[in-house]
């Protein structure tokens, strides 16, 4: 399938949804997926974005991806993703990418299913490479680049937690996503006029009712929506895709209404299955 697709697998947050999962996007180009986090649930979600006739490819085509950062929604489901593609038949290693510490956490992985390793490849017929990982730890720059897309890596404030975000570069356009990050400097420089920006955001008008504890966190480590619409202005995006939202109670059109009060732009909150295209 020729084109560029965002796919919104995994929209949700730490907290434990019914409608949304945790962090997972696919930027799939010309039919490959270049997925970006493996939160709870994303395997499951690509099941039902290609049964349901959303997307072309299906689980094994899953052999690329990008880690924001190591926090548990954005990578809890990284043993779903080596072992049950895998077990659909997925021939090739994964190509992972992210901060440093994904190493380790993938090799600890692995010994810790080493058990679930040795059964299946001595009892099923599945190939003998399709649970391996080649982990790559990025610095800033161009981290990746195939016929298809080249993928640009961004350190983000996400606290004392190694944090980047991601730029991908496609035939079809730019898409930009945050991960979780409290803006930085560089940022709007870097991402000026992407045609997607995607982007974590928590809600300006109910963060008063959090516990100072929280409010202390979440202003230091998050993005308000008051200074994603700043952010917004700066860049200039075709569309702003809103994930990992914590709407603490407001409506997904509040929590939109909160940025398009200061920023006139396209503004979308996203949830999972929702399908963007991007025009070449």
Request: overall charge negative; aromatic content about 8%; hydrophobic content about 40%.
């Amino acid at each position: 399938m020729k084109g560029t697709q965002i796919v919104m697998l995994g929209s949700g947050c730490p907290n434990a949804e019914a409608d949304r999962v945790s962090s997972g996007v696919a930027i799939a180009v010309d039919g490959q997926p270049y997925l970006v986090d493996c939160g709870h649930g994303i395997v499951q979600r690509v099941v039902q974005a290609h049964d349901a006739g959303l997307i072309a490819w299906d689980s094994t085509a899953l052999t690329r991806l990008f880690v924001t950062h190591l926090h548990a929604d954005h990578t809890v489901g990284l043993p779903d993703l080596l072992y049950t593609p895998w077990i659909h038949g997925r021939e090739t290693p994964v190509q992972a990418y992210g901060p440093a510490g994904l190493a380790d956490m993938l090799h600890h992985i692995q010994l810790a299913y080493a058990e679930n390793i040795r059964e299946h490849r001595a009892a099923h017929p599945s190939t003998e490479r399709g649970y391996q990982v080649v982990t790559r730890e990025v610095g800033e720059g161009c981290c990746y680049q195939d016929e298809r897309v080249a993928v640009y890596a961004l350190r983000a404030d996400h606290g004392d937690l190694a944090a980047w975000s991601y730029k991908f570069v496609t035939g079809a356009g730019m898409v930009v996503i945050s991960g979780d990050s409290k803006p930085v400097a560089a940022f709007a420089d870097w991402a000026r006029g992407c045609d997607v920006l995607i982007h974590e955001v928590y809600s300006s008008n109910r963060f008063p009712e959090r516990s100072p504890e929280w409010r202390a966190y979440h202003s230091r480590v998050h993005t308000s929506t008051r200074e994603l619409a700043t952010l917004a202005k700066e860049i200039r995006p075709g569309r702003l895709l809103l994930y990992h939202q914590l709407f603490w109670g407001q409506t997904a059109d509040e929590l939109v209404a909160e940025i398009t009060s200061n920023y006139d732009g396209t503004v979308i909150s996203a949830n999972d299955l929702d399908v963007f295209a991007l025009q070449a």
